[in-house]
């Protein structure tokens, strides 16, 4: 059975950085296209960035080039470099497995496997 497992969510000031991982076990990795959501409180879960099965990347539009999404195959590693952090980043990360690649990314109903998410607070 699938199992996704975030780290890397703290706490940091304006303008910092936070490098989030997510291992996935449990299923041939490598075959599957990746993602990180994110949800503020009363907000609903919304897409931060994809990546399909050779890396190529895909990104929210309020990221502005300021957050890089990566894998890595053999370690079965999905990874969320985040630099430049404001208090509007603040949500709890989650990433997830696409049940399939292609179509809208941002699509929650095409995501089969999540992680138990990890808090992410960037205080002004």
């Known amino acids: 059975q699938a199992q996704l497992v975030e780290s890397g969510g703290g706490s940091v000031q304006a303008g910092g950085s936070l490098r989030l991982s997510c291992t996935g076990t449990?299923?041939?990795?490598?075959?599957?296209?990746m993602a990180w959501f994110r949800q503020a409180p009363g907000k609903e879960r919304e897409g931060v960035a994809g990546?399909?099965?050779?890396?190529?990347?895909t990104y929210a539009a309020f990221v502005e080039g300021r957050f890089t999404i990566s894998r890595d195959n053999i370690k079965n590693k999905l990874y969320l470099q985040m630099n430049s952090l404001r208090p509007e980043d603040t949500a709890v990360y989650y990433c997830?497995?696409?049940?399939?690649?292609?179509?809208?990314?941002?699509?929650?109903?095409?995501?089969?496997?999540w992680g138990q998410g990890t808090r992410v607070t960037v205080s002004s």
């Open positions: 990546i399909d099965t050779s890396g190529g990347a």
């Open positions: 449990g299923y041939m990795y490598d075959h599957y296209c």
């Open positions: 997830a497995r696409r049940n399939y690649c292609g179509g809208p990314w941002q699509t929650l109903s095409t995501y089969g496997a």
